[in-house]
């Protein structure tokens, strides 16, 4: 600790910062997409035949002509040299849920000792990375390190800037020398065909015969905390394990909901100018920005695109942020639970289907009740949440996501599904022998002359249900502010591949049998809200009742990540992803080791931390305060004046309780240990949580008793406010 900034330090650098501007931006339409090797690029730079070729395969999912990349790579090089890149890197995302990247010049040298810009074909599309390096849960050991990159053209090359030169970025898969998906990319790409397939099966039976591949769209809106760099290194935990071990709430946090959607901090409003600008350059849709429900929290939104771009862009997104934070010295925090007590951050992950030729599968229209198709498709997400509700919980598992979920900022641990009033009564006539009529929008009368009409929907919204449909599209409100999006994506298009593949195949052999569509449609609906409607619920998802009701109806409370990742054993989970093509049992097993290990390390790195700062920083300031107490006491004692000085009684029990408690805690850093991960995940939970928040709680207590000038952690209020 002997290097970190003192709280005194941090404070009087933070008030005499100021933000430093290089004049008017140029205009948006100028900037975004311009370090992107777009379709649009692409059209201008490579021959019609090899254009149309990757267009098919980008906009249709033909399959790739490997014969191409060498129009491809010398076209892509030339782009990017113009553009000052020396260097290319194949992007890829390995289990560790962030971004792996490994840079290679384009310089090579010849036989007189100059040296040429090379990029063939099979540079781009393929590369060779160690694979025993990264986590892999057996799939790959230290003595078999080979693994591959795969250029993935669905998702679009770009220029990574930087003032000491550029780079040129292509997006990969990421596999092992036996053809195992190391990354969370490469079951993205098999769920989204997957499902693509059994929902182009659903559509042919309603008439369509010019049916295009079937997309998931996905727009994740991000929840993010900053705070200024001097407090980020005065803070030893945010700086080791992203969130505060120890930290009493401020007396004032977000209780008067002030906050939310306030007017945006100058320099706040800075950074956030800036990253939209830096997101527009790389093709990414940011929307939407506002204060968030806490102090110190915010929001930036992009639109929807297809889900395995908006993954990538997600990933690029999340870097992007932490940079563009560095220039307006600030620390974006993107940890789930970076302040106990004070609003977690998610990353709530609004989803549809569709293609361009069908449009929005989820758009109900005016009168849903009439829309067969709509109502397939809404029927067959429902049965999907029901029967996969422990995958969709197990995709979003993580020690930090743990803290946030159920924490009355986020929805509850039990997977359930809001429909809104207008579907739930379709959905309710339906199961009472057919549905004849929706509920309609309305008209707000607000008794102001002045005021235009506003229209009223059909349905409200509820922030409490962790899968909810809100208008023409469902949002997955569960998984955390700091997760790759790619885990919940897989999820959705894996119970949406079974779910649909029911659905076809009841009504193929329906009409097999000579009913009548109209009829089988009905049956199917029917059935399907009959079996599976228990998983909807438009209630209050915070409720003591709702957790009853939910036991009662047999739907899943997993609290834990050790709880959510044992889904993964379960006989119909593995079906689901092995018979679909998307994880075998082996790389799904894999997946679970993964995280798991994961989760037992970040909470041992956890109880390290919260040791190391109760031993150095918080004992130390609460001895030297019981000193300056004891010594007033003397002196009062030596004046006779006979008193007991209350606050120092406090101390010294709240002391000796700190000691106890650090002692309890080495302990069990001491014991850590498992035959299986399994079992070390399980001690992580038992026995290093209980002991690390005994350990905060006592030095919580302290930091309200303790005195202001020796107190040696910034605090709550500081961190939050002080921007």
């Known amino acids: 600790m ?33 370090n992107v090797f777009s379709l649009s690029v692409m059209k201008n730079r490579l021959p019609k035949h090899v254009f149309k070729a990757v267009a098919a395969t980008i906009d249709k999912g033909a399959p790739l002509d490997p014969t191409l990349a060498d129009y491809v790579a010398v076209a892509m090089k030339d782009w990017a040299i113009e553009k000052g890149a020396t260097h290319y890197a194949h992007v890829f995302y390995p289990l560790t849920g962030f971004t792996a990247e490994k840079h290679d010049s384009f310089l090579e040298p010849d036989s007189s000792g ?19 390096s990264f986590p892999n849960g057996g799939l790959r050991g230290t003595f078999e390190a080979r693994g591959y990159t795969g250029w993935d053209v669905t ?51 309603f008439g369509h015969t010019d049916i295009d591949t079937v997309v ?7 929840e993010y905390f900053l705070i200024d760099r001097h407090f980020f290194f005065a803070r030893p935990d945010l700086m080791t394990a992203n969130r505060t071990l120890l930290g009493a709430k401020p007396s004032k946090g977000q209780e008067f909901d002030d906050h939310y959607f306030g007017a945006i901090p100058d320099r706040v409003l800075a950074y956030m100018i800036e990253l939209d600008r830096e997101l527009f350059k790389q093709g990414i849709p940011a929307k939407t920005r506002h204060n968030e429900v806490a102090p110190g929290q915010f929001e930036l939104a992009p639109v929807f695109e297809k889900s395995n771009l908006a993954h990538d862009h997600q990933q690029l997104m999340m870097t992007t942020m932490k940079k563009v934070a560095e220039r307006y010295g600030m620390v974006c925090l993107l940890h789930e639970k970076p302040f106990a007590g004070v609003n977690g951050s998610g990353k709530h992950v609004n989803f549809s289907l569709g293609n361009s030729n069908q449009g929005n599968l989820l758009n109900p229209g005016d009168t849903p009740h009439e829309n067969e198709q709509f109502l397939v498709f809404c029927a067959a997400i429902i049965r ?63 008794g102001v002359d002045t005021l235009p009409p506003l229209k009223a929907d059909a349905g409200d919204r509820n922030r409490t249900s962790p899968f909810a449909f809100t208008g023409n599209r469902f949002e ?84 834990t990540t050790v709880d959510a990742m044992a889904q993964l054993d379960e006989p119909e989970i593995k079906s689901v992803m092995s018979d679909y093509g998307i994880l075998s049992n082996r790389e799904l097993l894999a997946r ?16 390290k931390e919260t040791l190391e700062i109760a031993k150095t920083m918080i ?5 030297r305060y019981q000193g300056e107490l004891a010594g007033t006491a003397a002196s009062l004692k030596a004046a006779g004046i006979e008193t007991d000085h209350p606050v120092l009684l406090a101390l010294t029990k709240s002391t000796k309780d700190l000691y106890a408690a650090m002692l309890t805690l080495e302990s069990a850093i001491d014991g850590f240990h498992g035959e299986t991960v399994e079992a070390e995940a399980e001690y992580a939970l038992t026995s290093l949580i209980p002991a690390m928040t005994d350990v905060r709680t006592v030095a919580d207590k302290l930091e309200t008793v303790v005195a202001d000038d020796l107190w040696p952690l910034p605090t709550y209020h500081e961190m939050l406010t002080i921007l």
Request: hydrophobic fraction near 40%; charge should be negative; aromatic fraction near 6%.
């Open 476 to 559: 997955f409100r569960a998984p955390g502010s700091n997760q790759s999006i790619a885990d919940p994506m897989i999820a959705i298009n894996a119970m949406l591949a079974e779910s649909l593949d029911y659905v076809a195949t009841f009504l193929e052999k329906q009409l097999s049998e000579g009913i009548e569509f109209n009829s089988a449609v009905q049956k199917l609906l029917e059935d399907i809200i009959v079996e599976h409607g228990k998983v909807v619920f438009n209630g209050n998802g915070y409720s003591d009742e709702w957790q009853e009701e939910a036991a009662s109806r047999g739907l899943l409370n997993l609290r």
């Open 592 to 607: 679970k080791e993964v995280v798991l290990e994961q989760y037992s390390l970040a909470l041992l790195v956890e109880a």
């Open 619 to 623: 004992l130390p300031a609460a001895n």
């Open 114 to 132: 100059a040296s040429l810009a090379e990029f063939q074909g099979k540079t781009l599309l393929q590369g060779e990375p160690d694979a025993s």
């Open 384 to 446: 999907g949440v029901h029967k996969f509700g422990g995958l969709l919980r197990a995709s979003i598992a993580s020690a930090s996501n743990d803290h946030r979920l159920g924490a009355n900022e986020a929805p509850p641990a039990i997977i359930s599904i809001f429909l809104g009033d207008q579907l739930a009564d379709v959905f309710d006539q339906i199961a009472k022998g057919g549905a004849k009529e929706s509920k309609q929008t309305g008209v707000l009368e607000l």
């Open 155 to 205: 998702s679009p090359a770009y220029i990574l800037e930087n003032p000491n030169g550029n780079t040129l970025c292509i997006p990969t898969i990421f596999i092992s020398w036996t053809g195992e998906a190391l990354d969370k990319k490469t079951p993205l790409l098999r769920s989204q065909q997957a499902m693509s397939k059994q929902a182009m099966r659903v559509l042919s039976l």
């Open 216 to 222: 998931s769209y996905a727009g994740a809106e991000q």
């Open 2 to 34: 002997s290097g970190s900034m003192s709280r005194r330090q941090a404070i009087e650098a933070v008030t005499t910062y100021e933000v430093e501007t290089d004049g008017f931006p140029e205009p948006l339409a100028d900037t975004f997409g311009r």
